[in-house]
């Protein structure tokens, strides 16, 4: 882009003041006009209040700065934002409700969750981001020679500061779409493991797309991320459908976790079927086991879990493995085939066998 005539200039400065932006901030931003859109960018979604210090919401929370800093590193957030505030005034509630978690539960359950909490919203945010730029903000004003530049440089702004009038709606809807969330973790009893976890009997699968490294190299990124999205939705439908859980995606992998074990699978075989009719993918693989899990910060562990994976890796394309003990957990339609004892890399030999439709 080029810079703005000096009359565009103060009126783009007093649209990004009346916004909230400093004077400090006006001058800083005003060395390019990249810079007062990431201002704009960041007036609309930063959090409620006027800016504080790192002394003054310590005061107003009632501990030491130094405990500030764990607050913030324990949600994952950066120690200092280059010529942005780290802190308002609506932090001091937020905050202060860790301070209050802690004499509820004790200090390392709250680090688990807030961790937790922290890496779920880092994704989240960096996905809204990203959504943002590329559909909102695709196009560069300054590549069209007969573009109206401080016009778009106009626009650009006040699309970035209005952002922030949905901010307020989204952050509403990521609290009820918690609180449905929350409703399917309800158990009726549990053992407890530790401080921060808990012990139980669960089915784990993963499912793997096959050939994904060769996958990544024959396409470009656009393409690669238009599959990456096929993927994904289709792992979401599937455990939506069976009534399962994802836990999380890993790439070209995705790991689920259900207290059915024929639920599960029936997830994992709907998923490589999708990738078996897929255009690109044309395969996929699966394990699945059942035992004693340890849930704790949101993720799985434990032997379980491993044998699981094992499974996944070592499967024929297009099969489903998984525990002897499947066999008498699973019901029609799902069949449970054995097939030769394996060893499997930490497992040592394992009786397994192949679950098929």
């Known amino acids: 882009m080029v810079k703005a005539a000096q009359s565009d200039d103060d009126f783009i400065a007093q649209r990004l003041r009346a916004a909230g932006a400093t004077d400090d901030e006006l001058r800083a931003a005003r060395t390019s006009p990249e810079a007062l859109v990431v201002l704009a960018a960041d007036i609309g979604i930063r959090p409620n209040g006027a800016p504080i210090s ?4 310590a005061r107003r929370v009632g501990v030491s700065p130094e405990r500030i800093d764990e607050v913030r590193s324990m949600c994952g957030l950066r120690a200092a934002l ?13 905050v202060a409700l860790i301070e209050a978690g802690i004499v509820f539960l004790g200090e390392g359950a709250v680090t688990s969750l807030m961790r937790r909490a922290g890496l779920a919203l880092s994704q989240l945010a960096h996905a809204s981001s990203e ?6 903000l695709m196009s560069d004003p300054a590549a069209d020679p007969g573009a109206d530049v401080v016009n778009a440089l106009t626009q650009l702004i006040e699309g ?3 952002a922030g009038a949905l901010m307020d709606g989204y952050a509403q809807a990521i609290g009820q779409l918690f609180r449905h969330h929350s409703r399917e973790t309800v158990r009726r009893e549990t053992r407890v493991a530790g401080d921060h976890g808990e ?10 797309l096959a050939a994904s490294t060769d996958l990544g190299e024959r396409v470009d990124a656009a393409h690669l991320a238009e599959l990456v999205n096929d993927f994904e939705t289709a792992v979401f439908r599937v455990a939506g459908d069976r009534g399962v859980r994802v836990v999380k ?3 070209d992998e995705a790991m689920f976790a259900a207290d059915d074990p024929g639920a599960l699978c029936e997830a994992a075989l709907d998923l490589i079927e999708y990738c078996l009719c897929h255009p690109v993918f044309t395969t996929a693989r699966a394990g699945v086991a059942f035992g004693d899990v340890l849930g704790q910060g949101g993720d799985c562990y434990g032997p379980t879990v491993n044998r699981a994976a094992r499974f996944a890796q070592a499967a024929h394309d297009g099969w489903l493995m998984a525990d002897h003990g499947l066999e008498k957990l699973i019901s029609l339609p799902l069949q449970y085939q054995s097939v030769t004892a394996q060893e499997h890399r930490g497992l040592g030999v394992v009786n397994w066998g192949r679950v098929s439709r």
């Open 54 to 57: 790192r002394e003054e919401l």
């Open 82 to 94: 280059p010529g942005m505030s780290n802190w308002f005034e609506s932090d001091a509630e937020w």
């Open 131 to 136: 959504a943002f730029r590329v559909n909102v």
């Open 160 to 162: 970035n500061v209005a």
């Open 199 to 208: 012990l139980l009997p669960m089915a784990i699968g993963f499912v793997d």
């Open 249 to 251: 995606t890993i790439g």
